[in-house]
């Protein structure tokens, strides 16, 4: 996997190519594997493909109208009941601070590196976006409030690449048994 972490871009420049399900499937797939605390699982999955609907994700994520050309969304949504059950009728946003929720919030995360990861290794181009309100995002799709979008990752093929930005070098970012 080192090859898709060395190569993997944030792509925001999409072709228009369609992206066959059997590879979206192995995207979910992909996310679906990731480990989680307690084994939650706490992620949700929404797959957006209707224009109209990717427009209004896209301005709700700020405006970033590039995000109408990728040919798919996966819209990653974190379940604070799956972490704890009895946590009652809640409404998560920017501001809660129920433990939970972070916990569930990295965990999806992590699934969504895997997305991440997985469709460099199937040739594909993607992004994660993520500037956006929750009361903004949620309408969209039909999210209910006790659910936090934690991501929505753009799908696609490019023809333009983004160059590799350059990245820290292990000297400056690691520490040996304390600060």
Known sequence: MI????????????????????LVMQL???????PSGKNTQPWNFIVVTDPA???????????????VDAPVHIVCVADI???NPDI?????????AYPELKAVIRDTAVAIQHILLMA????????????YAQDDMRPILGIPNDQYVVGVVTIGHT?????????????????????
Do not use: F
Request: proline share 3%; net charge positive; aromatic share 6%.
């Open 3 to 22: 090859k898709e972490m060395i190569t993997r871009r944030s792509t925001r420049s999409y072709n228009g190519k369609p992206v066959d399900k059997e």
């Open 28 to 34: 979910l797939e992909a996310a679906r594997l990731a």
């Open 53 to 67: 609907t990717k427009e209004k994700i896209a301005v709700a994520d700020h405006n970033q109208m590039w995000m």
């Open 81 to 83: 009941k799956r972490r």
């Open 88 to 96: 009652g009728q809640v409404v998560v946003d920017e501001n809660a």
């Open 120 to 131: 460099e290794h199937l040739g594909l181009a993607s992004c994660w976006t993520g500037w």
């Open 159 to 179: 023809d333009d690449p983004p160059k590799a930005q350059t990245r820290r070098d292990l000297e400056d970012m690691v520490r040996y048994e304390k600060w």
